[in-house]
């Protein structure tokens, strides 16, 4: 019975063969190799024809089951020779090696036919007609399209009607299904069908929306999807598992519209934040409706009991805290967004800024030039930042760090401010300072210049000291005097080695400094600064020997 059965359904296809080679896509929409309700087993066979009388064809078949991503779905090849055809008893669960319900994508470099039916196979006593599915094209998707004939009787022996959609794309599609009892013109209900790229799904629309148990005598499918899609309406008697197979067809019409809710997006900040308390925060969002409507509503709610609206608002948290900013759009029938965007924002306390105290010295102090003072502080942050520290000591001369040292120069009164600035930049409003009173210090001697610089820097083993010193200069105590004082320097005769009461016209004044030939002391280190001050001061005070 089953084989008689299909013989005319070929042949009608046969009818329809095109006459010029070309790549080929068919779709059987659906395909099973599954148990159904009330102990049915539901398989699919398949005839698949050859109309060319000169050249072999080969087809690949791909199994596409529900809930799955079929993108990268396996081939299996099956040749036919020239004007035959190949029958495949069992497509799903012996040919493509599935199980379940989904549908059946075909292709192959020259044309050919296919015819499929699936059947209950676990009743054999009644119900084993099933319903023929012939092949689709490709091109024979929708977008928006009509089912009809639908008929919903909950009882055992009634019928339910099953209805499926494949995706013949490579990406994801959304199918909106409304359900019409077509007598009354009133809607049954709607919902929505995600498939995944080259997806299937099939289900009993009536449970779909929440009307299993509606008798429904006539009734009409209509659908829309963001991508292409095979549609079909399975009829199907519940007690023998029988169906009729029903394909989409093109809805042509305006059919009625459900108000479909807007989309709101905050875009502005682009993801979750965090802030300071008193800081003002700038929101801004995006709408849009599907239907085209006009969006009156743009309400924000910031999470500490502060709302606003329009796409653009700022607000100052007072607070600190975790809250969840949401943005919600309305249309201008009234519907909102059911998933209203949403944005995290941590609100901190406000930096505080570091203190700092100067410790050493306690409090305004009078010192001299040229020596050398000790200064000292402590620092504290209320937050517990990282602190930096940094004096200014009122000589254009600055230091980093708690304990540092420093010289004056000159004479005069100086103002020390010590301030101390955390890791977020933060300063001290109020660094500490001290009053330094600088004096001129008492001229320097021969004998502190002798001790202090000549003996241990110069009148050295192997330099001026002994009997023949470099240059015939001996700075040994006793000798230094008369070796430099208004003495002509061997190297510049038009200078003197020390120049009284002139630092910058003695030679030996630049030579320490390293103004004039070879730095002394040679091969030493430079004289620091409070010893280059005490041999200026002497020079300065006449170069007196004392």
């Known amino acids: ?19 010029a080679a070309q790549e080929t896509v068919r779709y059987f929409p659906a395909a099973a190799s599954t148990p159904g309700l009330n102990g049915t087993f539901f398989s699919t066979d398949a005839v698949l024809f050859n109309p060319d009388s000169d050249v072999p064809v080969t087809v690949y078949l791909s199994w596409l089951p529900g809930g799955s991503d079929n993108s990268a779905a396996a081939e299996v090849p099956v040749t036919i020779l020239p004007r035959t055809g190949v029958r495949l008893e069992d497509l799903v669960g012996q040919t493509l090696v599935g199980s379940g319900a989904g549908g059946v994508r075909m292709r192959a470099d020259a044309p050919f036919l296919a015819v499929s039916r699936t059947f209950n196979n676990g009743k054999p006593a009644v119900g084993t007609f099933g319903q023929t599915i012939l092949s ?7 977008q928006q399209g009509l089912l009809l004939g639908l008929v919903n009787d909950p009882s055992a022996s009634g019928f339910r009607s099953n209805v499926g959609f494949l995706n013949v794309g490579l990406t994801a599609t959304t199918v909106t299904v409304k359900v019409w009892d077509a007598g009354a013109a009133t809607l049954l209900g709607q919902a929505s069908v995600a498939l995944p790229p080259r ?11 929440g009307q299993a148990a509606t008798a429904v005598a006539n009734a009409t499918v209509e659908f829309t999807a963001t ?3 095979l549609g079909y309406l399975s009829l199907v008697e519940n007690t023998s598992g029988d169906a009729i197979f029903v394909v989409a067809v093109p809805d042509s019409g305006t059919p009625d519209t459900v108000n479909r809710a807007p989309e709101g997006a905050i875009t502005t ?5 965090t802030v300071t308390v008193g800081d003002p925060v700038s929101f801004v969002a995006s709408a849009s409706d599907p239907d085209g409507d006009e969006v009156t509503g743009a309400e924000w709610i910031f999470g500490d009991g502060e709302t606003a609206s329009g796409l653009t608002v700022t607000h100052t948290y007072t607070t600190a805290g975790t809250f969840s900013v949401t943005f919600t759009a309305t249309d201008v029938n009234g519907l909102s967004d059911p998933t209203p965007a949403a944005r995290t924002v941590t609100v901190q306390d406000a930096n505080r800024a570091p203190e700092g105290t100067i410790t050493q010295p306690v409090g305004n102090v009078t ?6 003072h000790q200064f000292a502080a402590t620092v504290s942050d209320p937050d517990g930042d990282q602190v930096i520290s940094s004096w200014d000591f009122g000589d254009d001369v ?25 890791s977020k930049g933060s300063p001290d409003p109020t660094p500490d300072t001290r009053t330094i009173t600088v004096e001129a210090a008492p001229p320097a001697t021969l004998s502190q210049v002798q001790a202090q610089i000549f003996t241990l820097s110069c009148a050295v083993s192997g330099c001026h000291r002994g009997a023949s010193p470099p240059r015939g200069m001996n700075l040994e105590a006793g000798n230094s005097y008369s070796n430099i004082v208004n003495v002509a320097s061997v190297e ?34 430079k004289l620091s600064d409070q010893l280059l001050a005490l041999m200026r001061s002497w020079i300065e005070a006449g170069a007196p020997n004392n």
């Open 367 to 372: 010192v001299q030039a040229g020596a050398e």
């Open 1 to 19: 019975m089953r084989q008689s059965y299909l013989v005319p359904l070929i042949a009608l296809a046969l009818a329809a063969a095109p006459a």
């Open 398 to 422: 600055t230091a980093s760090g708690l304990n540092v040292a420093h010289i004056y120069a000159a004479a005069g009164v100086y103002t020390v401010t010590f301030t101390a600035t955390d």
């Open 269 to 273: 900040p682009a993801a979750d934040i």
């Open 199 to 209: 997806g299937f799904s099939q289900s009993n629309v009536f449970a779909l929306i």
């Open 136 to 142: 689709v094209d490709e091109s024979a998707a929708l």
């Open 492 to 525: 510049n005769p038009s200078l003197n080695r020390i120049e009284p009461e002139n630092p910058d016209a003695s030679y030996m004044w630049l030579k320490v400094n390293g103004l004039a030939g070879a730095r002394m002391p040679l091969g030493g280190p």
């Open 227 to 229: 991508g292409p899609v």
